[in-house]
C-alpha cells in the first residue's frame, strides 16, 4: 500500500534497502532520480547558462520564441561568432558615465570643493573645466562665492530687544549682507556657518547700541556709526574662527520702542517735539532783539562821533529829527505873535483822503 504512494515511483516499500537504485535509477521497480534529465533516463548533468535562463523562463513561466525589444521572446543580437554584445554595451554605458562624470564645468564665480566618497577632503576647484575620479569615487560640490546673501535678524515677526547705553530698550531688526569668501574654510571650519554668522551679528550688534543712547538710536543720528561699528566687530570674529565668509554691510531697517511702551513713548516724543519748537521760537525772538540792539549801539556810537566832531550842528539835527518824529502823527496849529492866522490843514485832509468811505455811506452818495 505504501509503494503505490511513493513520489519515486518505486512498486515496494520506500524503508526497505533492497529497493533503491543501484547508480541513480534504472528501468526497474527501484526509485527514479529526479534530477536526471528524462525521468529515470541515465545521462550527463549539465547547468543552464544565465542567457538560457533569461531565454527560456520568465517570470509568466517558459517563454516562447519570437516577439519585438521587451517582449516575451526578447534576445539580444549575436555577433558572427556567436558571442553576444552584451559586454560591449555595458562597456560602452561605463564609458560615458566615466566621462560624464570625470569632467566638471565651473563657471565664473563659483568653486567646487571634491571629496573622496563624499566624506574626506580633497581638494577645491576654480573656475574652468576641471577633471576628477568618476563619481561616486570623487564627489564635487559646487558653490557660487561671489553671491551677496543677506541674513535678515530677527527672521521672524517677532520683537528683538536690546539695552541701550541710558537703560532702555529699543526692538531692532537689520540685515546682515555677505559672502563666501573661502569655499574650504566655509565647507569644513564650522558645522553651522551661516548660524554661527547670526549669532556673532547679535553679540556684536547688542555690544554697538549698548554704546548709545535711546535718542541717537531711534532717531538715526548714531545708526551708520552703529552700522560700521558691528560690521567690524563682526568680521574680526568671523576671521578668528577661520569661517570663511566675508561681511559686506549691515542695515538696520527697524528702531522702535517696545509695542508694551509705544502709546507713552509716543506722548513724550510729542511733547519733546512741542518743547523743541518752542525753544526754536525763543531762540528766534532773542535773535531779532540782540540784532535790534546791536544795530541802535552801532547808530549811538555813529552819532557820537559826528557830534565830537561839530557838537552844535549834531545837537540842532538831532532836535529836528526828534520833533519830526513826534509832531509828524499829530495835528498842529501854528500861532504867531500878533495875529492868528488861518491854518489850512493839509496833513489831515490828505489822510481822509486816503481813508476809503464806509459802504452805506458811499450808497448814499
Sequence with gaps: MAGKNNPWGGSGNGDEPGNEGGSGGGSGGG????????????????SASIEDIFKTRGPEGPRRAGGGPGGPGFRLPERSNGKSWLPFILGGIAAVWILLSSFHFVQPGEQAVVTWLGGKYSDTLDSGTNITAPWP???????????????EVPGTATEKLILTADQNLVDLSYVIRWNISDLTLYKYQLADPRNALMEIGEAAMRGAVARQGLDKVLTGEGRAEIE????????ARLDAYRSGILVQGIEINKTDPPSRVEEAFKDVS??????DAAINRSRAVAQQVLARAQGDASEFNNI???YRLAPEVTRRRLYYETMEAVLSKTDKTIVESGNVTPYLPLPELRRRAQTPAPPSQAQGE
Design 137 to 151: 569615487i570623487q564627489i564635487v560640490e559646487k558653490e557660487n562665492v561671489t553671491q551677496i546673501r543677506s541674513e
Design 270 to 275: 510729542s511733547a519733546q517735539q512741542d518743547a
Design 228 to 235: 560700521q561699528d558691528v560690521r567690524e566687530r563682526m568680521q
Design 304 to 306: 557820537y562821533e559826528e
Design 31 to 46: 526509485p527514479r532520480n529526479p534530477w536526471l534529465p528524462g525521468g529515470n533516463e541515465p545521462g550527463k548533468r549539465r
